[in-house]
């Protein structure tokens, strides 16, 4: 009686299942047919929308290579890159920002003065060159931001937000 009772039970269990399912198709298919995207409008958003996420500007660029076109003070205006340099709270802002706001792999953080007083006792040449090439969990950045950006961003992100002075080297 007991194995009777359970089969009926999983009968009717898988019923109910089937039913439920075959309610879900049909709701899905009657939302489609009255919802659809046939809208061209709504079809341009959604094109504009995934465009925008995919043109980020400066971007932070792990992998090192060049960016298309960089700021320079060197480049002229005719060579078809960027005339006005970025500030270092741009650069920051644009390119740091990732590592540098939580302290993401042991990164001293904007206004961290304890983490950034240890680093500074380098030297100017030194930060930049670790920054343009990449140190120990940092990656190069030399393809995102031009020398100049880079020496920027570091006087914002220490002298700027900690007050801590950099000796030059």
Not at 23 to 40: H, Q, R, W, Y
Not at 128 to 157: D, H, K, L
Request: glycine share 10%.
């Amino acid at each position: 009686m007991s194995a009777e009772q359970d089969s009926v039970f999983v009968r009717n269990f898988a019923l109910v299942i089937a039913g439920l399912v075959g309610i879900t198709v049909l709701l899905i298919v009657i939302a489609n047919s009255l919802f659809g995207d046939e809208d061209p409008a709504r079809q341009e958003l959604a094109e504009e929308r995934a465009a925008a996420n995919l043109e980020r500007p400066f971007a932070v660029r792990l992998s090192g290579e060049p960016a298309p076109a960089i700021a320079s003070a060197e480049e002229p205006a005719d060579a078809g890159g960027v005339t006005e340099v970025r500030s270092g709270e741009q650069v920051t802002q644009a390119v740091c920002i990732a590592c540098h706001q939580g302290n993401f792999l042991n990164a001293p953080g904007i206004g961290d003065v304890e983490g950034w007083s240890e680093r500074i006792d380098k030297g100017w040449e030194t930060l930049t060159i670790n920054v343009v090439n990449g140190y120990g969990n940092m990656p190069a950045q030399g393809g995102a931001a031009s020398e100049e950006e880079i020496r920027a961003a570091i006087e914002w992100m220490i002298e700027g937000e900690t007050g801590l002075e950099i000796p030059e080297s």
